[in-house]
């Protein structure tokens, strides 16, 4: 059987028509840069063949990469997108690009290598790359500013953002905007180019003429650093596009294809590609496929219009699908459905939301106080009190009145999954799936698979996920899950090094500058400091030989529960947020030290940053072999989108990888020397060793 060809050619009424068929996206793989090359130069042989066509075939010109060829080397095979597009420019027949729908990265810079652009309304424009950490490195930074001038460019490409084609139109970026079938269109204007005799046009010959561009490139590189933080990438956009304005094309296009190759080898692209990779590898569940059947989720059910319910309701009627809560009383109900209405309003006042999506969004939400309304469900999510008394409850109840086939979610953050499907006579259609506060802005979501949890189930709750916008993680059951189990190891090495002479600003200040959103102490007055008071008080029952300090209880004990109390390890001014160091605390510590005996020393950020860090890489190493998590990257996801984790620094897991396996083995070996050292804290879980010795890496 013939296998379809990435790029189709056929001549119609004089112009040769070579169409880009790689779906999704038409992503500019080695076979399709290829057969590029080869239409070209066949147009070009065939005497009957006057101009040439690209298009793609479906919805997209091309959307640029291939990302399945990312790090292989048909990624970087001959013919190169670079020896494509010389291709198309040195034809002696007039290239004409076809512009619809995605024309991105490589894709646009495709099609500014045509002699001639053609485009419909609604096609997306961008150059993405800054977004993993890159630029353009085939010539977009030195043509799309000779078309859209330096400004335009400038912004879309330190950006990454599209721009549809209706807002260029009138360009020199198209030549022509059509209305109506496109590629009918284009060969009708292929032809007129020819008939006409126009010359061949290339964009490398337009002059670019950009008075006191100098000032204009300062003040853009003060504006884009104080934005980019620790990401090197949107500052040599600047460079590159400013080249293009001082250098000759060849060179100004030899300087953007050096700074590419500086960028790619950058830990910050790095951890972007990561991230992005780490995202589409986390949907994906290691027993099911493509093929895997999902259940059709076309109403949702929320038990609980709390914090939590009123959140996770947003998320579902944000995607137009209808939400019935329940709760106990009227009274709870309004509450709940009173701060929803709070929370669309404020998005309308900040010009986030229309009046009419306000309208239609709380139009899906339905109240019920029976169980009967919420019946025929497809999905019904349990957000009531942490109470496994309570949990039993609902979901008896829910296994009494769901249709068959609803799936029955937890939104738990602490008890046991297995145990909650127990309480029905379908585990299989039992799951958790562990939201965020605020569950409306958090992009995190864990899934949390039950030991009888059916496969479509969970890839139902995965495709669900998806259309909510969150970023979905599979956990298996343990206490903590994931990510909270790792963040306990954490806190507790942020505590002992209290104890041995940081103070919790210290502590803080190390972390954020590491590039955390927020250091821990800052994070535990805004959680609620009781809220780990109450687990440990778990945890010196349930595991008595686990070493915690016992300072964090001081604080508890005097009432500091955080920005709810006004103190906790800071001080918080009525109606403020901001953070103040309190000597009281200070005191506190000092006195705490006196008591056990500790001369408090000198402690370096470096020190702060590896035993946090390091704390969180041995739990994850632990979570991965138990097999709680599919993937490192996947929670490496979980940092990411629910902890504040730096994104330039790609997660914990992958972090730890930079830094090398064998020197995060040999550093937690230092910390566990040290006097007040915890030998079993630091013992390198099995598949840390196992790695490092092995000079692998998690990733
Ligand atoms: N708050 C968080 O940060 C967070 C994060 C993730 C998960 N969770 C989990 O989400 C769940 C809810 O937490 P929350 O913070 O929203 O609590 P909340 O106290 O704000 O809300 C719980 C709601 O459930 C209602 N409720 C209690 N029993 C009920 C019943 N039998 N039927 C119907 N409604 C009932 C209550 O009236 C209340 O409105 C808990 O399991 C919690 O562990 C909380």
């Known amino acids: 059987m013939d296998q ?12 040769a028509v070579l169409t880009l ?49 990312f790090n292989s080397p048909k990624a970087l095979a001959e013919p190169n997108l670079q020896t494509v597009i010389r291709t198309v420019e040195a034809s002696a027949k007039p290239v004409i690009a076809a512009i619809s729908g995605a024309c991105m990265g490589g894709g646009l810079e495709l099609a500014l290598g045509c002699h001639f652009r053609v485009a419909v309304a609604g096609a997306q424009i961008a150059l993405p790359e800054v977004k993993l950490g ?25 950006s990454g953002n599209p721009v549809p084609s209706e807002k260029l139109k009138g360009t020199p970026l198209f030549d ?16 007129k180019v020819v008939k006409e005799g126009r010359p061949l046009k290339k964009v490398r010959d337009i002059k670019i003429d950009y008075p006191n561009a100098d000032g204009f490139f300062q003040f853009s590189r003060n504006t884009i650093r104080a934005v980019a933080k620790n990401f090197p990438a949107p500052l040599k956009c600047v460079d590159a596009v400013a080249a293009a304005v001082s250098k000759p094309f060849e060179e100004g296009l030899a300087y953007e294809r050096s700074l590419f190759v500086e960028l790619v080898q950058t830990p910050e692209s790095k951890s972007l590609r990561h991230a992005f990779f780490g995202e589409r590898a986390a949907s994906k569940i290691s027993d099911a496929s493509e093929a895997t059947p999902t259940r059709n989720i076309a109403k949702v059910a929320v038990i609980g219009a709390g914090t939590m319910g009123g959140g996770i309701s947003m998320n579902f009627l944000n995607a137009g699908i209808p939400v019935t809560v329940l709760e106990t009383g009227q009274e709870a109900l309004d509450r709940g459905v009173g701060i929803i209405r709070k929370n669309y309003e404020g998005s309308l006042k900040k010009g986030k939301l229309t009046p009419e999506k306000l309208d239609q969004r709380m139009g899906l939400l339905k109240t019920a106080l029976d169980y009967a309304a919420i019946a025929d469900a497809d999905l019904v999510i349990e957000a009531v009190f942490e109470d496994m008394g ?37 585990p299989q259609d039992v799951v958790g799936m562990h939201f965020f506060s605020p569950a409306n802005v958090m992009k995190l979501l864990e899934v949390v698979r039950g030991s009888q949890t059916a496969t479509d189930v969970l890839a ?36 002992f090094l209290l104890e041995e002479g940081a103070t919790p600003w210290q502590v803080d200040r190390a972390l954020e500058k590491f590039g955390w959103a927020m250091g821990i102490f800052r994070v535990s007055d805004l959680a609620g400091n009781d809220v780990g008071w109450a687990i440990r008080k778990r945890r010196y029952v349930e595991k008595p030989e686990l070493a915690y300090s016992r300072i964090a209880d001081r604080l508890c004990e005097q009432g500091r529960f955080g920005q709810k109390t006004g103190k906790g390890w800071y001080l918080y001014e009525p109606g403020r947020r901001d953070a103040i160091p309190d000597p009281a605390v200070a005191a506190m510590i000092e006195a705490y030290r006196k008591e056990i005996g500790v001369t408090p020393r000198k402690i370096s950020d470096e020190e702060i940053v590896e035993r946090c860090g390091y704390a969180l890489v041995n739990e994850g190493a632990r979570i991965l072999e138990e097999g709680i998590a599919q993937r490192a990257s996947d929670i490496d996801m979980v940092y990411l989108t629910g902890y504040g984790f730096p994104l330039h620094r790609g997660g914990p897991m992958f972090h730890a990888d930079t830094v090398g396996l064998y020197n995060v083995v040999r550093a937690m070996q230092r910390y566990a020397a040290m006097p ?21 890496t998690f990733n």
């Open 21 to 69: 068929d790689n779906p999704p996206v038409n992503g500019l793989g080695y076979a399709v840069r290829n057969g590029l090359v080869q239409g070209v130069d066949r147009a070009n042989a065939d005497a009957a063949v006057k101009a040439i066509v690209i298009a793609g075939a479906g919805k997209a010109f091309s959307g640029g990469a291939d990302i399945r060829e």
């Open 4 to 15: 379809p060809l990435p790029v189709r050619y056929a001549v119609q009424d004089g112009v």
């Open 390 to 426: 309570v949990k039993e409850k609902v979901f008896r109840k829910l296994d009494e009145v769901m249709k068959p086939g609803a799936i029955l979610a937890t939104n738990t953050s602490t008890l046991d999954v297995n145990k909650i499907a127990s309480f029905t006579k379908r």
């Open 176 to 191: 022509e905007f059509l209305e109506g079938e496109l590629v009918a269109g284009a060969i009708a204007f292929a032809q």
């Open 134 to 158: 890159i630029l353009p490195g085939a010539g977009g930074t030195q043509r799309l500013p000779r078309v859209l001038g330096v400004e335009t460019a400038l912004n879309m490409i330190v």
């Open 676 to 696: 007040r050292g915890d030998k079993a804290f630091w013992a390198p879980a099995p598949l840390i060793a196992k790695l490092a010795a092995e000079g692998k």
């Open 460 to 495: 139902t709750v995965m495709k669900a996920a998806k259309a909510i916008k969150k970023t979905a993680v599979v956990s298996g059951v343990c206490d903590g899950f994931i990510g909270n189990r790792m963040m306990e190891h954490y806190v507790r090495q942020a505590l």
